[in-house]
C-alpha cells in the first residue's frame, strides 16, 4: 500500500522496522524527510552502521556487484546495519532490480534496506518496488499542487503546535510562492517566535518575511527546475522594482558555470554525487540540478555561460553596434528562458 510520507513517519514511531523502505517523489523536501524518518527510527532501535550506494547516471554491474557483496557479508560493527541505495532516476537496471526482489523474498534479520529515489511516476514502479511493498512499505511524496499548499501549511503548523486562522495560512502560502523548503522553512520560524497565540493575518505579516519577493535566486531556480512562466513573471518583477541587469548577473553566471562543471562531469562518467559535496550543493537543491542536466547536454552549458557574458557586455554598454543596454533584460529573459525550456534556445540565435 503507498502511503504518504506523513504516514510514514507516524508509522515508524508505533512499531518495530520492516525489512525494506521505498521513498519516492519530485517533490524533495517531503522525499529528505521520509528517508530522515527512517534514519532516526533505526537509529531509535539500536542500529548505527549504515552504508550508503549510490547508483546515479548510467548503472553498472559492478556497482551493483558492491551491493551483493554487502548484503553477503555479515555486519562487522552492529547486530543490525541500515543499507541505503540512493536511485535518482527511480530505474534501477535489470541486474538491480532482481537484486531487490530477491533481498524482499528473503531479507537476512540484520538489514533495514532503505530505497530512495527524486523521480518518480506510475511508470517507475514494476516487480522491484512491489516486492517493497510487500515487506515493508512505500512512501511517494507526490508534488503538492498550488490549491493543496494551504493544507500542507496548516498540517505542518499543527504539527509545530501553532494555530492559524484561515486567512493567515492563505497569506502564507501566497508568500512562499509554491516554495514547499521556504515554508518549511517559515513555519520553524514561526515555532521559534509566536507567543503561542494563534496566528491571525495581520500577525502572520508581521512575522513571515515576504518569500515571495521576485529576488535573483528564485529565478535561477525556476530557470533550473524547467518553469518559463515564472521565469518571466519574476523577470518582469525584478525589473519593476528597479533592479539592474548587472547586479543579478553575478549569481546567474555563478550558477550557469556550477551546472557547466556539473554537466562536463555529468558527461564524463564522473561520481555527480562527490562533485555535489564538493560544491556543497544540499540534498534538497540536488534534484533541481538533476532535472537541469537532464534538459541539455553539456556543450550547452558552456554556450550559456557565453551567452550570459553577451547579456553583461550589452548591459554595460560594451554590445555589439546597435544593441541598446536596455536590451540587457531581452537577452537575460531569452537566456533563463533557454535554461528553463530546451525549445526556447532557438532564441538566443535571434538574441
Not at 503507498?2 to 519530485?26: D, F, H, N, T, W
Not at 493543496?148 to 499543527?158: F, G, T, V
Not at 548591459?315 to 526556447?344: F, Q, S
Amino acid at each position: 500500500m503507498e502511503l504518504k510520507p506523513e504516514q510514514l513517519a507516524a508509522q515508524l514511531e508505533s512499531g518495530p522496522l520492516l525489512p525494506a523502505y521505498l521513498v519516492a517523489g519530485a517533490e524533495a523536501l517531503l522525499v529528505l524527510e521520509a528517508a530522515d524518518a527512517v534514519r532516526a527510527a533505526a537509529r531509535a532501535q539500536g542500529i548505527t552502521e549504515r552504508e550508503v550506494f549510490e547508483f546515479e547516471g548510467k548503472q553498472s554491474e559492478d556497482d551493483w556487484n558492491a551491493l551483493h557483496a554487502s548484503l553477503a557479508a555479515p555486519s562487522l560493527f552492529a547486530s543490525r546495519r541500515l543499507i541505503e541505495l540512493r536511485i535518482p532516476s527511480g530505474k534501477p537496471i535489470k541486474q538491480g532490480a532482481q537484486m531487490i526482489v530477491d533481498f524482499c523474498q528473503s531479507p537476512p534479520a540484520d538489514v533495514v534496506l532503505l530505497v530512495t529515489t527524486t523521480e518518480w511516476s506510475r511508470k517507475h514502479a514494476g516487480k522491484w518496488s512491489e516486492a517493497i511493498g510487500k515487506v515493508g512499505r512505500v512512501a511517494v511524496g507526490w508534488q503538492v499542487k498550488p490549491h493543496e499548499l494551504p493544507d500542507w501549511i496548516s498540517r505542518r503548523l499543527h504539527a509545530r503546535g501553532l494555530q492559524a486562522d484561515r486567512e493567515a495560512v492563505l497569506r502564507l502560502a501566497e508568500r512562499v510562492d509554491g516554495n514547499l523548503l521556504a515554508a518549511a522553512q517559515e513555519v520553524d520560524k514561526l515555532a521559534l517566535l509566536s507567543d503561542g497565540g494563534r496566528l491571525d493575518a495581520a500577525r502572520m505579516d508581521a512575522l513571515v518575511a515576504d518569500a515571495a519577493r521576485f529576488d535573483v535566486f528564485r529565478v535561477l531556480d525556476a530557470a533550473m527546475n524547467g518553469q518559463p512562466a515564472q521565469v518571466a513573471r519574476m523577470l518582469a518583477g525584478l525589473r519593476a522594482e528597479g533592479e539592474a541587469v548587472p547586479a543579478l548577473l553575478g549569481m546567474v553566471v555563478m550558477e550557469l558555470q556550477r551546472t557547466a562543471a556539473l554537466a562536463r562531469i555529468k558527461a564524463g562518467g564522473g561520481n555527480l554525487s562527490a562533485e555535489f559535496k564538493a560544491q556543497r550543493i544540499w540534498d534538497s537543491k540536488q534534484p533541481m540540478y538533476q532535472r537541469a542536466l537532464q534538459r541539455h547536454p553539456a556543450a550547452r552549458w558552456d554556450a550559456f555561460v557565453s551567452q550570459a557574458g553577451r547579456v553583461d557586455r550589452i548591459a554595460k554598454g560594451r554590445g555589439v553596434r546597435g544593441e541598446d543596454p536596455a536590451d540587457a533584460w531581452l537577452a537575460l529573459e531569452r537566456l533563463l528562458l533557454a535554461v528553463a525550456e530546451p525549445r526556447a534556445t532557438r532564441m538566443l540565435a535571434r538574441a
